[in-house]
Each structure stands twice: as C-alpha cells, then as structure tokens.
C-alpha cells in the first residue's frame, strides 16, 4: 500500500481520536492520524514550567470508559483521589462515594441525607450509563426496519431498568431528570461546601449556574459514565502516552505538525485529505475529532444542506472555564487540613448559592472575583513531577467567559491570576508568596491550543437539549456527518466531553458497522 494511503484517516492526536484510530486498526484497517500541533494528546497533556511537569489543560480522570480501557489494554497506574468541599471557616468537608464528613474527623449533619441522595443519583445515573457503549438510539428506520428493532432492544433495556425501579422511584427519576441541581440538592441537604460539590459537579467546565435547566440530569449524566475521580500517576501526559502506544502498536501511522487544508470530497463521498503542503493523503473514510462546525467548515459548508449547516452553527459552546498552574517553592498549607488531606481534589465551592453567584458574572462577559476553583497538588501524591521541594498547584477555574468583555488582554489575564490566588489565601494563607512561576490559559488560549470550538472544554454543552440523540444535533447523533464517510469522534459528538475515549471507539464501531471500508 501507497504511503499515502489508508483505509481511515483520523483528524486530532487527542485520546479520542488516538482511540478511533486504534480501534479500526484492532479491526485490521490501515489507518493515518493527523495532528496539527507537534505533540500529542489534545488536552492530555503535560508541559514544562520551570522544570515542573504541569497538567497543561486536564489533570484528574473521571470517566475513563470501562471498555475502552480494556479493548485497548491502557497501561494506567492511577490514584483514587476523596473530594474535599473547602469551607471560609475551616469546617472542611471530606466526600468520597457518597460518604460525608468534616475534615477533623467529627460527624456531618447531612452525612446520612447526603449519602441517601448520592445512592439515588448514582441509581439513576447507572441507566443513562449504558447509552455511552455504543451510539445513541434511533428510529429513523420504521418499525419492521431491522435497525429499528436493535435500537427499541437497546431501549428497551433502558426501560425494564426504569421498570425494575419500581413506580415511586420511576416517578422520581423522571422528576429528578427534569430539575435543576440548586433545587434537587436542596431539597435534601443544607446548603454550604457539601451542597457546593455537588452543584459544582453539575456544572462542571459548562456554561451554566446549579438554577440553570437541566443541570440535574447534567449531574447524573456524569456519575453515569463512571463519576470516580483519580490521578494519573506521572502526569495528564502518561495518559495520553497511553493511548499513543496502543495506537502504535496497532500499526496506526501518527504524524505531528501536519496542517490540513480540507477535507476531499467527491460525490458526495470522502476522497482523503489535502495538507497545505500540497499532499494528498487517501482514504475511504475521515474520522473528525475536531468541533463540528470547524469539520463541516473543513469538509466545505457546500456539501452540507443548509439545514445541518444551521444547526452547526447555533450549538452553545460558550467556553468559560480556565486552567491556571502554579509552581510552588513549597507546599502550601490549607488551615484544617493535613498533608494527606491536601493531597485530595480541592473544591472551591463554599456553597450552592456561591458557585451560582460565582456564575452571574459570565452572563455579561465578566470574569468570577470569587471563581469556582478545583485544585489538586499532584506532586503531594507523585513527587517526581517536579524538582526536589517544588510543588505543582494545578488549578480549574470557573467563570472566565470566552468573549470577555475588553478582551482577554495581558491585564485581564494579570486579573484572573490574581482573583485564583486571593480566593485560595482564604484557605491557605501565604500560598500567594510561594508562587515562583504561573501559566494562565483563557479559553481564547485552549481553542487556540487544541482547537475546542470557543475554548469549550467539552467542544459543546452537556445540556439535555445536546446530548443523546441531539448531539452535537438533530439527525446527526450517530456519528456519520452528512457525507459519505466523514465521522465525528471526538467530545462534540456522543456521550461528549472529559477524557472518556467513548466517542471515539463507538466512532471507529459506526465506521466498520457502516460498512465503508469494506
């Protein structure tokens, strides 16, 4: 075979894509990933900052898919990390799997409803969990139509499991799917830093405040595809390095710094890949881990109708989270908390009410004064990621909105910075005289960075309205996109973002049901 030809050809080194590309080569095809940047691994990555190594955008795993890990034999060493809920009075709050408790040890109030609405919710998340195998239903085909038979099979085990809940939890569910999380956590717990983890789950990386629609089912939704957070061992980087050898080692051809100029397409069907250089890259099917208005754009908005080229372009993906790092000359010290305890995913989120208050300002394209923070110290549990004594402080921050009002200029990102540290002082104080080097990324820089359409961690929202069936939209949920044999793979397409690898493996499964590549 031609060095210029392949059965697929994958666009994006990020694990989704990386994922696709291994999965098609498991099934004996040829296939070519192309990456624009000269490093892999998309938001995976780890960069160097002042000789530590930072998670440059993502630091902690939540939902890697069960079956991805297995099909491609990822070779992870992670650590399970317990949440602590920051209070201003040093009441801290310790959760981990439903379980609540203050940080020194003494009973929390709301330990017992807490643990009752936890249990409901992960009850309720496990069914929507079983959608993330595979794509989302249809029944486009008919009735007798034998496609449309496996989808109603598919949901019809969706919908024994809501029959096995029995009628009082059925009514629940549907109940629940339909509020918002600030209503639905409190209702059952007292607000304060409990009630802001969870509310701040919720809305995790979204355009979106816990009163916001949907964001209960956004909730469940997450706990449904998995929900356990842990901590790569050797850095955000190792897990991407993960998915690169087993893409390797399958044969898969990955080339960096490779710029496409677009997508061929000739009778309505794909035909390969231009590169600005001149070269013409072939193949049967192109697989897109990019947004999905920058692959039709790619593809050539003309060999789309106009009603799909709508829908691309009126997806919400309003960018508001940052990712700000920190290198220490020490670790720091939280009031109330030992070293064992720091070393646990932070939350900023004093209480409901705070992470809604912390979300106003985005609607007028303002920063947060007093941003949603999730912090880790990963050098607390892996010292090796940083120079002796040094310590990496990597920092989520919610609300930074996208279309910042005056632009995200050299004093705005000075102001960012400076609104992350004097929020962690409140807890621990002097950490702000520890900074020796800081690396502030808007989401103007990670859409630069990885070309996330509008800085959006996730590519689009986890709203009801796009996902399922409706992602990224209507029609075009199934990971085929219009033309023959062009796929989306990546976060914009089902279940959607955080470092999962689903979309990408049920991609690559869609293109070889499909039959393209013959």
Known sequence: MSENRFDAIVIGAGHNGLTAAATLAAQGKSVCVLERNDRIGGMSKTADLDGAQVPEIAHLLYNLNP????????????????????????????????????ADGRVHPDAQAFATL???????????GQLADGPPPALSGGVLDPTTLGELAKLGKLGWGLKRLGKKDMREFLRVILSNAFDLILDEISDGPLAGALTADAVRGGYAGPRSPGTAFSLMYRLGNGGVVTLPMGGIGAVAASFESAARDRGVDIRTGVQIERI????????????????????????????????????????????????????RNKGTTAKVNLVLNAAPTFTGLNKEQSAARLLVAPSARDVERAFNPAKYGEMSPAPLIEAVIPTLTDSSLAPDGTHILS??????????????????????????????ERYAPGIGSLVSKSQVLTPVDIEKMTGAPGGHWHHAEMGIDQILTVRPANLVSRYAFGVGGLYLCGASAHPGGDVMGAAGRNAAMQVIKDGVLG
């Open 118 to 128: 936890y249990a409901r919710l992960k009850k309720f998340a496990g069914l929507l």
């Open 67 to 102: 079956s991805v890990a297995k099909d491609l034999s990822l070779k992870l060493d992670t650590w399970a990390l317990p949440t602590v809920a920051l209070s201003p009075d040093g009441n801290h709050v310790v959760i981990n799997d439903g379980t609540a408790a203050f």
């Open 264 to 315: 061929v397409i000739a009778h309505d069907r794909v035909q390969g890949i231009l590169l600005t250089n001149g070269t013409t890259l072939h193949a049967d099917a192109v697989l897109s881990s990019a947004g999905a208005m920058q692959t039709m754009q790619i593809a050539g908005v003309a060999n789309f109708d106009v009603e799909a080229a709508r829908r691309m372009r009126n997806l």
């Open 395 to 424: 920092a989520v921050v919610s609300y930074a909105p996208y279309a910042l009002e005056g632009g995200w200029t050299e004093k705005a990102r000075a102001q960012l910075l400076e609104n992350v540290i004097q929020t962690l």
